[in-house]
T-cell receptor, first 114, second 118 residues
Framework: DTGVSQDPRHKITKRGQNVTFRCDPISEHNRLYWYRQTLGQGPEFLTYFQNEAQLEKSRLLSDRFSAERPKGSFSTLEIQRTEQGDSAMYLC????????????FGDGTRLSIL | AQTVTQSQPEMSVQEAETVTLSCTYDTSENNYYLFWYKQPPSRQMILVIRQEAYKQQNATENRFSVNFQKAAKSFSLKISDSQLGDTAMYFCAFMKQGGMNRDDKIIFGKGTRLHILP
């Protein structure tokens, strides 16, 4: 169990650029979640996958955001035409699909928009 | 919709003291889980303790225990014999219990920043 891995740890970009983050869940965890955490707030749910299927998307996930999980392994979260309000920590979590298993979180990717 | 409220933005206690963090929540669900997560500075979120709503007995994990009052929708965390390593942001969180249509996204409170002073 190597833990949930997220890459990069930090991303600084100019407004209007596209960014992509990657999350590698714990092996054999078939549920994968994305959360966003802004400064001074708790994490907010964005979307989740069971295997390769994206089962739910929050209203926070505007059409500039897209998430994928090809082959049910790693996941990517892409933000197009970034805006100042996108600055946040993006957290990934994974869990087993065996009853209500705890979610294990990664270190997060901190996005800063200049 | 579920909400989680933490009314203490920041707290400080001396090392070895006991501290209690407050949390209230609102839900119309009968079956759910409540959690306390710890997020140390620049480090990942880790689960401290978990409570199943159907259990009357309060959960404990070593120095960490909860006071779960289902009728009052209250879920406080007590840290005994606090240590410097307990310094972190603590989040109270809610999750519906699973079923055929599982909805296991976690709803977090805004957090309480806890400082343990030497």
């Amino acid at each position: 169990d190597t833990g949930v891995s997220q890459d990069p740890r930090h991303k600084i970009t100019k407004r209007g650029q596209n960014v992509t983050f990657r999350c590698d869940p714990i092996s054999e965890h078939n549920r994968l979640y994305w959360y966003r955490q802004t400064l001074g707030q708790g994490p907010e749910f964005l979307t989740y996958f069971q295997n390769e299927a994206q089962l739910e998307k929050s209203r926070l996930l505007s059409d500039r955001f897209s998430a994928e999980r090809p082959k049910g392994s790693f996941s990517t979260l892409e933000i197009q035409r970034t805006e100042q309000g996108d600055s946040a920590m993006y957290l990934c979590a994974s869990s087993r699909d065996l009853g209500d298993q705890p979610q294990h979180f990664g270190d997060g990717t901190r996005l800063s928009i200049l | 919709a579920q909400t989680v409220t933490q009314s203490q933005p920041e707290m400080s206690v001396q090392e070895a003291e006991t501290v209690t963090l407050s949390c209230t929540y609102d839900t119309s669900e009968n079956n759910y889980y409540l959690f306390w997560y710890k997020q140390p500075p620049s480090r990942q979120m880790i689960l401290v303790i978990r409570q199943e709503a159907y259990k009357q007995q309060n959960a404990t994990e070593n120095r960490f225990s909860v006071n779960f009052q289902k009728a009052a929708k209250s879920f406080s965390l007590k840290i005994s014999d606090s240590q410097l390593g307990d310094t972190a942001m603590y989040f109270c969180a809610f999750m519906k219990q699973g079923g055929m249509n599982r909805d296991d996204k976690i709803i977090f409170g805004k957090g309480t920043r806890l400082h343990i002073l030497p």
